[in-house]
Structure formats: structure tokens, C-alpha cells
């Protein structure tokens, strides 16, 4: 979201509430906002709410503590963001399960870039996947799935190690090769029964 003018008050307020939400994972109260975007009194800040919601551009139950929600805008789908993932050593999580399912985050993307697709979001830990232009805190948009070709991008729960990592996929005869996109790093061999694809990659959003 594009960072507004100062002279714009009701702006200044959306974009705060979207930039608290993201940092804090809940929203902001009035005197949050108050601070933040140096309003001179609560009054102006609940106007300037009061206006945002009748424009349809938040959701907001004044009964309910932190109860500000952003709209989502049309032609667009929020991704749930459920967690990191190393590019580079893996990443020991609780069980493939918690990982592939709970979500404390979302990411708002365009409905035509993902078409129909069961798609989630992780964010990227390392650099094994540079040459791949994925780098440390890119966020992958990854499609839901159990199966890849070889040389396709994944996410790979190892089960003797806990561990998920993201790498290329490559079966050769009785192992599975996970390659780096970083000619400074060695592949990681596993046998076929120790690998679970979680999903695979279809986009990148970058760091900037």
C-alpha cells in the first residue's frame, strides 16, 4: 500500500491501520491511531472511522476491543501466510500438520494471479534459492500439492528431522535429490519414504 500525503488524514489512518495490522497481527485501538498518525483528539480519529466505514474501506463493531478490520478489495483473495521456511538449512517445526495449517497472517494478491488454485504463503529464511531470485524475506506464494515434476520448486517436510525445507524437487531412481538454486550449497539426498511435498512454488513476492 502506497504511503500517503501528510495533508491526508483519512488516508493517514488507513494506511496506519494496515501498516499495525501487519506488524502487530491485531488492530489498533483509537488511541493507537491517535499516536500514531498525531490526531489532535479521539473525536477526529472515530469521524475519520466513522467515514471509512461508510465508504466500505474498513470493518469496525465500536462494542468490541480492536475491532477494526481492512476490507478487502474487489478482484482480490487473501493468502494465509502460515509461517517460514528455510532456503537453505531446514527449519525444525512441531509436525506437518500445525505447519501446512494454521495461519496467524494473510496476504491480499490479485484473484487472476492464482486462477482457482488451493494456495498458501510462506516466508522465506536463507539463501540457498538465490540464483532463483528468492531471497531472504521474499514471501512464495506455494500451491497446494502432494506430487512435483522433477526440477519444480517445493516445500518438503522431512519426517525423520522435522524438519521443512524449500528446495528443486528431483527423483533419481530410489532418492530424492533437493537442490539449492545457490552454487555454494550441495543438494540434500533422502530417501523416497522420508519426503512429503507440502506444495509447490507459483509465485514470489520480493522484498524491497
Known amino acids: 500500500m502506497k504511503k500517503p500525503s501528510l495533508n491526508s488524514n483519512r488516508e493517514r489512518i488507513l494506511y496506519f491501520i494496515h501498516e499495525f495490522i501487519d506488524e502487530h497481527g491485531y488492530s489498533p485501538t483509537v488511541r493507537d491511531i491517535l499516536r500514531g498518525c ?3 483528539s479521539t473525536a477526529v ?10 465508504e466500505g474501506r474498513i470493518h469496525r463493531d465500536p462494542e ?19 509461517g517460514t521456511i528455510a532456503a537453505g538449512e531446514p527449519i525444525p517445526v ?7 495449517n494454521q495461519s496467524s497472517e494473510t496476504l491480499e494478491i490479485p ?9 498458501f504463503a510462506l516466508k522465506v529464511k536463507g539463501q540457498s534459492m538465490i540464483d532463483a531470485l528468492i531471497d531472504d524475506g ?5 500451491e497446494k500439492s502432494n506430487s512435483a515434476e522433477n526440477g519444480e520448486m517445493v516445500a518438503i517436510w522431512l519426517k525423520d528431522s522435522q524438519e521443512v525445507t524449500l528446495k528443486k524437487f528431483y527423483m533419481e531412481s530410489n ?24 506444495g509447490k512454488v507459483i509465485g514470489v513476492i520480493r522484498k524491497l
Do not use: C
Open 94 to 100: 512441531p509436525n506437518s500438520d500445525n505447519w501446512a
Open 111 to 119: 484473484q487472476d494471479m492464482i486462477g482457482n488454485k488451493q494456495v
Open 45 to 54: 480519529v472515530q469521524y475519520h472511522l466513522d467515514v471509512l466505514v461508510k
Open 138 to 142: 521474499d514471501i512464495v506464494l506455494m
Open 38 to 40: 498525531e490526531i489532535s
Open 64 to 82: 468490541i476491543f480492536r475491532s477494526i478490520t481492512v476490507s478487502q478489495k474487489k478482484g482480490t483473495i487473501l493468502i494465509p501466510i502460515l
Open 175 to 198: 532418492k530424492v535429490l533437493l537442490k539449492p538454486a545457490n552454487q555454494q550449497l550441495q543438494p540434500i539426498q533422502q530417501s523416497p519414504e522420508n519426503v512429503e511435498i507440502q
